[in-house]
C-alpha cells in the first residue's frame, strides 16, 4: 500500500524559511513524478512543484519560483520542499502527491494525474 506522511511544516514569520518532507512507502518511487500541493482557506487547491527522479527535474508554479526548491533523497524515499522568503500568501495546507503510473511531464501541474495523497502539512504565515 503505497503511503505518503508530510512533515515540517509550522508557524514561522514573513520572510522567514521552512522545509517540508514527504516520505513515501510501498513502492520504488525513483520512477515517478512526486509533487507538492496546496490549498488555502476557502480556495482551490493548487500545484506548487513537481520532481522527477530521472534527471532530478524541476518543475514550478509562478508564484514560488525563484523561492521553493523541490529535491529528492533516492536513499531515503523522500522528496523535499525547501521554502525560502514565505509570504502570508504562501500560508495553506500543503499536500505531497503521486501518481500510480508514470505521467507526462505536461501533465505534472494537474491535481487530477495523482493518486496517493499524504495527509498535510499546515504552514502558516501571518501577516
Known amino acids: 500500500q503505497v503511503q505518503l506522511t508530510e512533515s515540517g511544516g509550522g508557524l514561522v514569520q514573513a520572510g522567514d524559511s521552512l522545509r517540508l518532507s514527504c516520505a513515501a512507502s510501498?513502492?520504488?518511487?525513483?520512477?515517478?513524478?512526486m509533487a507538492w500541493f496546496r490549498q488555502a482557506p476557502g480556495k482551490e487547491r493548487e500545484f506548487v512543484a513537481a520532481?522527477?527522479?530521472?534527471?532530478?527535474?524541476?518543475y514550478y508554479a509562478d508564484s514560488v519560483k525563484g523561492r521553493f526548491t523541490i529535491s529528492g533523497d533516492k536513499s531515503k524515499n523522500t522528496v523535499y520542499l525547501q521554502m525560502n522568503s514565505l509570504k502570508p500568501e504562501d500560508t495553506a495546507v500543503y499536500y505531497c502527491?503521486?501518481?500510480?503510473?508514470?505521467?507526462?511531464?505536461?501533465?505534472?501541474?494537474?491535481?487530477?494525474?495523482?493518486?496517493?495523497w499524504g495527509q498535510g502539512t499546515q504552514v502558516t504565515i501571518p501577516s
Open positions: 502527491a503521486t501518481p500510480k503510473d508514470r505521467i507526462p511531464y505536461g501533465r505534472s501541474r494537474y491535481d487530477y494525474s495523482y493518486d496517493y
Open positions: 510501498g513502492r520504488s518511487f525513483s520512477t515517478y513524478t
Open positions: 520532481f522527477r527522479w530521472t534527471g532530478a527535474i524541476t
